[in-house]
């Protein structure tokens, strides 16, 4: 069975609060790497947390008025876009493959 169709066929566990302490721990533990990730490019802590905060999120706000603009940094913008791209797939993908410890299904 391939994983979308498990996906669609399948809950993630068997019990709802299983189901959304997963989805939350996933979400936590995207936007504590996408923070120190943040950190690690040059921003300051405070910077990163919220940004962290508005990137895996999808909300796109800033701490300053030029946006990412202002730290002026090509890496800072790919942590950007790498945790952009992983916040906007399905947590269902991205808890499947970590149970199974592979993206590839």
């Keep these: ?16 609060a299983e189901t959304a302490k997963a989805l939350w721990y996933i979400y936590l533990g995207m936007t504590v790497l996408c923070g120190l990730g943040y950190w690690l490019a040059g921003m300051t802590p405070f910077d990163a947390v919220g940004h962290a905060f508005s990137t895996v999120a999808i909300g796109g706000f800033s ?11 090509p890496l800072i913008e790919s ?14 993908l991205h808890f ?3 149970n199974r410890r592979s993206i590839l299904g």
Excluded: C, E
């Design 63 to 73: 701490t300053h008025d030029a946006s990412m603009g202002y730290f002026n940094s």
């Design 96 to 98: 499947i493959a970590w």
């Design 79 to 92: 942590v950007a876009i790498v945790f952009m791209l992983l916040a906007g797939m399905n947590f269902g």
């Design 1 to 16: 069975m391939d994983i979308l169709q498990h996906i669609k066929d399948n809950k993630l566990t068997p019990r709802i």
